[in-house]
T-cell receptor, first 112, second 112 residues
Framework: DTEVTQTPKHLVMGMTNKKSLKCEQH?????MYWYKQKAKKPPELMFV???????INESVPSRFSPECPNSSLLNLHLHALQPEDSALYLC???????????FGPGTRLTVT | QQQVKQSPQSLIVQKGGISIINCAYE??????FPWYQQFPGKGPALLIA?????SEKKEGRFTISFNKSAKQFSLHIMDSQPGDSATYFC???????????FGGGTRLMVKP
């Protein structure tokens, strides 16, 4: 199994809502990542978890809150988002931070 | 500061032709150079990758050429097919091993 799954595929939320994005992998990878991708742009790194510990936070606003409940799961909790946060949110995983990253299909988020 | 510069931004190639995408970098600490292919609405998929100890790597119709002294690398797609139409991102990772730096992307269209 070489797949990273993400749910939901699409999400529309208001600026006062609280929602969560979920990511799962069963490849035994110990590093997991959240990226944000705007249209026609490359992915931008948001967070890195290594062995279930947050190792990198790329100065992301606190309205984005990551969580790694176990080595297979990664969540991104969203609260009080802005319309400019609308984007494709990608999860990735790798065997370790020095190995190839494999991306999930993403969650298309629209903030109204 | 864009650490990996990718060109061209868009490329149109006839079916059966060769598609060439170029990337250049400045950071000599980069030691791993992957290419990702992304179809609309999907996450990036790892296509092929190279380390600076080799000058060329070939996998099927895809070849990476690497010029360490010039700090440049390129992706060649031989016998380009309409199914290759996608956005291609080059990337680089430094020897600290944590973060991928992406190029700006190239939108490839292969005409039948």
């Amino acid at each position: 199994d070489t797949e990273v799954t993400q749910t939901p595929k699409h999400l529309v939320m208001g600026m006062t809502n609280k929602k969560s994005l979920k990511c799962e992998q069963h490849m035994g990878h110990r590093a997991m990542y959240w990226y944000k991708q705007k249209a026609k742009k490359p992915p931008e790194l948001m967070f890195v978890y290594s062995y279930e510990k947050l190792s990198i936070n790329e100065s992301v606003p606190s309205r984005f809150s990551p969580e790694c409940p176990n080595s297979s799961l990664l969540n991104l909790h969203l609260h009080a988002l802005q319309p400019e946060d609308s984007a494709l949110y990608l999860c990735a995983s790798s065997q370790g931070t020095s190995y190839e990253q494999y991306f999930g299909p993403g969650t298309r988020l629209t903030v109204t | 500061q864009q650490q990996v510069k990718q060109s061209p931004q868009s490329l149109i190639v006839q079916k059966g032709g060769i598609s060439i995408i170029n990337c250049a970098y400045e950071n000599t600490a980069f030691d791993y150079f992957p290419w990702y292919q992304q179809f609309p609405g999907k996450g990036p998929a790892l296509l092929i990758a190279i380390r600076p100890d080799v000058s060329e790597k070939k996998e099927g119709r895809f070849t990476i050429s690497f010029n360490k002294s010039a700090k440049q690398f390129s992706l060649h797609i031989m016998d380009s097919q309409p199914g290759d139409s996608a956005t291609y991102f080059c990337a680089a990772r430094d020897n600290a091993g944590n973060m991928l730096t992406f190029g700006g992307g190239t939108r490839l269209m292969v005409k039948p």
